[in-house]
């Protein structure tokens, strides 16, 4: 006799024939488990989408600093220099990079957590402890 998980590729269903919970927690209603495949969760979704314009915003920023080092009499500013006690240009190019510096440190947060969903999302399709 054939059981209701039989039927649907070893994919069991509960009692009112939906997908069990942890699909309605975790991954789209289009990626419940009736066999089909479920790439990513919700939380890896909305973190890759943060990353991809972090790096977008990373481009931008890169593209404008190479633009401000690209004007005739350029010096790019020493470590540790004043933002005050700079040229406009040097000091647009301060603010450029400290926004590169955080862009930076917010990807690593943002690669760090993403690792942690991979994992959760391992655990709950029973391929890690």
Known sequence: MESKSDNNNHVSKGENGESCTA??????????????????????????????????EVAAVKKRLKEIERKNGFETPSKG??????????????????????????????????QEAASLRMK?????D
């Open 124 to 128: 709950i399709l029973g391929h890690e």
């Open 23 to 56: 699909c309605h927690q975790y991954f789209d209603k289009k990626d419940e488990c009736d066999g089909n495949y479920v790439p990513l969760t919700r939380d890896e979704e909305a973190i890759l989408a943060r990353m991809r314009e972090v790096k977008a």
């Open 81 to 114: 220099q004043d933002i005050d006690k700079v040229g406009d240009a040097q000091a647009l190019w301060l603010e450029q990079n400290q926004l590169m510096a955080a862009l930076r440190a917010e990807w690593r947060e943002l690669d760090r957590k993403r």
